[in-house]
């Protein structure tokens, strides 16, 4: 495995070859992609309707899931070649992840919350002043920053998400369905954050949404259902 901050950059942000998933042997594959490519400053609409397996395949590009078949590179690096405790390690410097279910830990604060990502991503000496200047640019009020992650609004909960994956700077970022929960100021206020950090961290990002009006920004609009293969392509 490459060490952490030597990572190749010429490689592709995400590259996708034969690969199959399924959560139940026997059933039909959830995900069968033959091919699918991402590059290093790419920006991805991810769409399609609900079961289509949006989640799942972020999930399987953040390591937490393993294909059964295929590869999966992430950032030049073949997952399939690191144990659970390296996908972890690498995900938590390289990959920043803001889950559907925004997966906070529910007794902690919002600031240990984000700061114990800083933590396993290396950056816990830069990552007190980055968490607030990043929870500001969400408009989390700072007296807020104390406070359990279970006793915020689902939006402020996850704004704090938000902030969790940004807050290693990582080089790819995977955002499921992240405006759901906020209003429009805070959904625009989000989009621009999230633009800004990418152009500035020259990171690449699959954002997955259902929301026409988002899908406005991007360049690059993906179907999943293009990504299937069939047995004619
Ligand atoms: N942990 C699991 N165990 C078994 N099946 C699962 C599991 N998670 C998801 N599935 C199934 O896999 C398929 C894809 O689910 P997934 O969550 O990836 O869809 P999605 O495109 O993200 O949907 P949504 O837009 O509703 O979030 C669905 O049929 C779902 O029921
Ligand atoms: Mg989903």
Redesign the pocket.
Known sequence: MAPPNEIDTETPAVSVSELTFR??NGAPP?LAIRSWEVGRRECVFLY????????????LIAGLQVPQSGSLGVLGTDLADLSVRQRDRFRAKHVGVVF?QFNLIPYLSVVDNVLLAAHFGGQQQSGRDRTNELLDAVNLPLQLGGRRADQLSIGQQQRVAIVRALVNAPELLLV??PTSALDTVNRDAFLDLLFDVVEAQRSAMVF?S?DPTIAERFENKTA?SDLHSTENN
Request: aromatic letters at 4%; charged letters at 20%; glycine letters at 14%.
């Open positions: 959560y139940t959830v399609g309707e609900s079961g289509s397996g949006k989640s799942t395949l972020l999930n559907q499921d369905e997955v259902h999943i």
